[in-house]
Structure formats: C-alpha cells, structure tokens
C-alpha cells in the first residue's frame, strides 16, 4: 500500500463520483452523430424541405456570384455563368458538418447557454464557409477546370472539416476559460 497520507490530507488525485465526463461526451458525440447520419440519409435526402434548401443554397450563392461576375442565372439548386456552371447537390449542403460541430457542441459538459452560443455562431460560420467553397469551386471550375475535381472532392473537404475542428476547439477553449484562467502558471 502506497505511503499513508497525513490525517487531514486531501488526496492528490480526488476520487470522481459517477460516469467519466469524457466517456459521457463520446458516447453522447457518437449517438448524436449517427442519428444525424440517420436523418440525413434515412429522411432528408428524399425530402421537398431538402430540396428547397438546396434551391435556397443555390439562390444565395448566385447571389454572392453575381456580385463578383457576370452573366449568373439560377435554375433550382443549378447554377449557371459564364465561367461555368455548379449544381447544389447532396453533400454540398454543409448539412453533415453541422451536424457534426452541434453533435460535438451539445455533448460537451458546457452550460446550456454557452451551447447555444455556440452552435449560432458555430454554424453560421461553417455556413458562410460552405459559400466560400461554393464560390471557389465555381471560379475553380471556369478558371481551372483541371484542378475541378480534386478540389471539390480533396480540398475543400479537408479545408471544410479542419473549420469544423477549429471552430469546436475555439468554442470548448471559450467555454473552458475559467478552468484555464483558475490554473497557476505552468500547471
């Protein structure tokens, strides 16, 4: 048995009461997740709401399009111009990584209003991001069309999920800066 500690002190490791937190936020994360996985999949593909969401992330993106170049028409969820054309479609809806960061944000040991802070600019952020994406991919594909491709498929996606870890560590770092501002220097 390790040394007996003086009567009256307090242990160097406190014993925890009831499940781990980190255990708890992952399987929370996990059941989150595949039910987001689930909806998107099982109902939303097929849906008129999904399909109008789409139109809308098309509607959105001509209209930042139209801001930069000429000759932008939308058609439903397609997207027309002079440089080239781009079609919403399932995956370019930022749906999944939305639902990833709002998995991650409300499994997180957070009060309930930091979460929903969090999640509104969270997902703002990824949202306006996923425009950038489908901005780029537009001048990418009338500009560079080779390049097309890897970068709807490679670079963007990496870039898109690499946000979402951004976004989350500067949500958990501000959620959790009373634990780090309570801690003495070099702890």
Do not use: K
Not at 4 to 9: I, P
Not at 36 to 52: D, N, T
Not at 92 to 114: E, K, Q, T, V
Not at 122 to 147: K, P, Q
């Amino acid at each position: 048995m390790p040394e007996q500690e003086a009567a009256g002190d307090a242990p160097a490791h406190p014993q925890r009461r009831g499940p781990d937190p980190w255990l708890r936020f992952a399987l929370t994360f996990g059941v989150l997740a595949l039910l987001s996985e689930l909806i998107y999949y099982g109902f939303a593909l097929e849906s008129a709401v999904f399909q109008l969401y789409l139109e809308t992330l098309a509607r959105i993106s001509g209209a930042i399009l139209s801001h930069l170049t000429g000759g932008i028409a939308v058609r439903g969820s397609l997207i027309t111009g002079e440089l080239f054309s781009v079609e919403i479609a399932e995956g370019c809806d930022a749906y999944r990584i939305c639902a990833l960061l709002a998995a991650a944000m409300l499994s997180f040991p957070a009060p309930w209003r930091a979460r929903l802070v969090g999640l509104f600019f969270g997902l703002l952020a990824l949202n306006l991001l996923n425009f950038v994406r489908i901005v780029g991919l537009y001048f990418i594909g009338g500009l560079y069309y080779d390049e097309f491709h890897r970068a709807h498929v490679i670079y963007f996606p990496i870039f898109l999920i690499a946000m979402t870890v951004g976004v989350w560590i500067v949500w958990v770092r501000w959620v959790t800066r009373d634990d780090y501002d309570s801690q003495p220097a070099g702890a």
